[in-house]
């Protein structure tokens, strides 16, 4: 089974920095996949961490702690764009891919 | 490159009536697949998911059900909907294997209203 939990909504100004954590508990952990859902439209890939520590891709981060079960995804230089929902999802060795209930953030100028 | 599509992108249905769903995959072989949906307000849960032709694994009890009858393409079908059926139903695939191989990409998406 697995247990996800992160923020329901977080709302940031532009320019400014937001961290989004979640933590999970999964079955056959194999990596964390963060996920951005804009309103309407369906989820597109960010960004995966399989060993623990932090994986920079641009103005993305994400970080990770197995022992932990523990993950963030840290947003620097926010855009009005990425007002979005922010999925956390671990991924298993079984090959499926549950989702949290995503976090709502809401960047304003 | 690999691309996925689903139709029909929005349906309007009533009650008891039947449904299908329909996804294909391009530009790889022997793909995960997957079927998910969204309703109001929810997060993404996990309906089918299969690894082979023919191979469904089904997660949550209802009255949905999928079918894969060629490699790269998955259907999704009921008999009868529901008022409950409603929302965003979303078909995905993956390649076989482990790591970030499983990176799950999504179609477009299919909003289903049942009325």
């Known amino acids: 089974g697995q247990n996800i939990d992160q923020p329901t909504e977080m709302t940031a100004t532009e320019g400014a920095i937001v961290q989004i954590n979640c933590t999970y508990q999964?079955?056959?952990?194999?990596?964390l996949f963060w996920y951005q859902q804009h309103a309407g439209e369906a989820p597109t890939f960010l960004s995966y961490?399989?060993?623990?520590g932090l994986e920079e891709k641009g103005r993305f981060s994400s970080f990770l702690s197995r022992s932990k079960g523990y993950s963030y995804l840290l947003l620097k230089e926010l855009q009005m764009k990425d007002s979005a929902s922010y999925l956390c999802?671990?991924?298993?060795?079984?090959?499926?891919?549950?989702f949290g209930r995503g976090t709502q953030l809401t960047v304003w100028p | 490159s690999q691309t996925i599509h689903q139709w029909p992108a929005t349906l309007v249905q009533p009650v008891g009536s039947p449904l299908s769903l329909e996804c294909t995959v391009e530009?790889?072989?022997?793909?995960?697949l997957y079927w998910y949906r969204q309703a109001a307000g929810r997060g993404l849960q996990l309906l089918f998911y299969?690894?082979?032709?023919?191979?469904i694994s089904s997660e949550v009890p209802q009255n949905l059900s999928a079918s894969r009858p060629q490699d790269r393409q998955f259907i999704l079908s009921s008999k009868k909907l529901l008022l409950s059926d409603s929302g965003f139903y979303l078909c995905?695939?993956?390649?076989?294997?482990?790591?970030?191989?499983?990176?799950?990409?999504f179609g477009e998406g299919s909003w289903l209203t049942v009325v």
């Open positions: 999802a671990p991924g298993s060795t079984l090959g499926r891919l549950y």
């Open positions: 995905a695939w993956s390649s076989l294997g482990q790591g970030a191989g499983n990176t799950i990409y």
């Open positions: 961490n399989v060993l623990d």
């Open positions: 530009g790889t072989s022997n793909p995960n």
């Open positions: 299969s690894v082979g032709i023919g191979q």
């Open positions: 999964t079955s056959g952990f194999n990596g």
